[in-house]
């Protein structure tokens, strides 16, 4: 733990004494689908065996968060970045050869976010997380209260410094409001610190009007709209491109499930509002194991169905 933090700090000395060096703004390539790993969670016994050898290759690694009381980025809070059980997952997933990103983040903290003392710590936090698991894509899923304007300008040096490719995965609030006043708090922050992000919608628990899928593809509307508005005179197709959705498969915590039939309907609604990017909520729940459960659960979706059969279906997205 010792050797992240000096990691960390030595980062933090580059960032400081050479200053940021240019690099090219980040235009994220289309059609990118992933499923979430957490790498701390429920895993099988061969992890080889969360995901499909037909399926998607990308992979998002869930979650960092601030480890030790303070500015120490680890997985879950408490798991070393260099954990011998969580780097056999991760090569296990970089051998299929798809593109890795780091989640920082989650439901629950400490968050690196409100434990890092100011932007340039929080960058160096970040970099040494990224560093650890060799991977240049951040995803900064924050549920809670942060310091916008910190976390934004912490991003903004990543990708001045380093060309960071980053995503700002926010909260629905319903489908009518769409994206939640704390979401579109980062992502203004994002805009005005000049930080270029794409912005992933999480189509999960919260209240629907109607149907789930009605309420699910009404939200993803709304908050596309939302982030357009932000970019007036833009490409909509061009906002679309750097916009994603990612789904929480099966039984939600709050009660609704988004059943396959549901999956292939939000990625095919995605695929026609030209989204660059579509995700779902979690490589271990993509099995029947505990079909009929009263509860949403961490190892299994709650329906019944083949294994891997929503990323399969959701593997299918296509711009």
Do not use: K
Not at 22 to 35: G, H
């Amino acid at each position: 733990m010792g050797g992240v933090v000096l990691a960390a700090a030595l980062v933090a000395a580059v960032l400081m004494s050479s200053g940021p060096t240019a690099a090219a703004p980040w235009s994220p390539a289309p059609r990118q689908v992933a499923p979430y790993v957490d790498v701390t969670g429920a895993l099988p016994a061969d992890p080889a065996s969360l995901v499909s050898t037909s399926g998607p290759a990308d992979a998002v690694l869930a979650f960092v968060l601030a480890g030790d009381g303070g500015c120490t980025p680890s997985w879950g809070g408490t798991v070393p970045l260099d954990d011998p059980a969580v780097a056999g997952v991760v090569d296990g997933l970089r051998a299929r050869g798809g593109a890795l990103t780091l989640a920082s983040g989650g439901a629950q903290g400490p968050y690196l976010e409100t434990a890092c003392p100011d932007a340039g710590a929080l960058a160096a936090a970040y970099a040494a997380a990224l560093d650890a698991v060799g991977t240049n894509r951040l995803d900064v899923d924050v549920e809670g209260d942060i310091p916008e304007a910190t976390v934004a300008a912490a991003l903004a040096d990543l990708q001045r410094s380093r060309g960071t490719e980053v995503t700002l995965t926010v909260q629905v609030e319903d489908q009518v409001t769409g994206i939640t006043p704390e979401g579109m708090a980062i992502v203004r922050a994002g805009r005005e610190a000049g930080l270029e992000a794409r912005v992933n919608v999480m189509l999960m628990n919260f209240t629907p009007e109607g149907s789930w899928l009605s309420a699910m593809t009404g939200a993803l509307d709304v908050a596309l709209g939302q982030v357009g508005a932000l970019e007036p005179g833009s490409d909509p197709a061009d906002v679309a491109g750097r916009f994603g959705a990612t789904v929480m498969i099966g039984r939600n915590d709050m009660g609704m499930t988004t059943t396959l039939d549901d999956a292939a309907a939000v990625r095919d609604h995605a695929e026609t509002r030209g989204l660059g990017f579509l995700g779902f909520w979690s490589a271990a729940r993509d099995n029947g194991s505990c079909p009929g459960a009263p509860e949403a659960r961490s190892d299994c979706s709650g329906v019944e169905q083949a294994p891997h059969a929503y990323t399969e279906t959701l593997g299918g997205f296509r711009a």
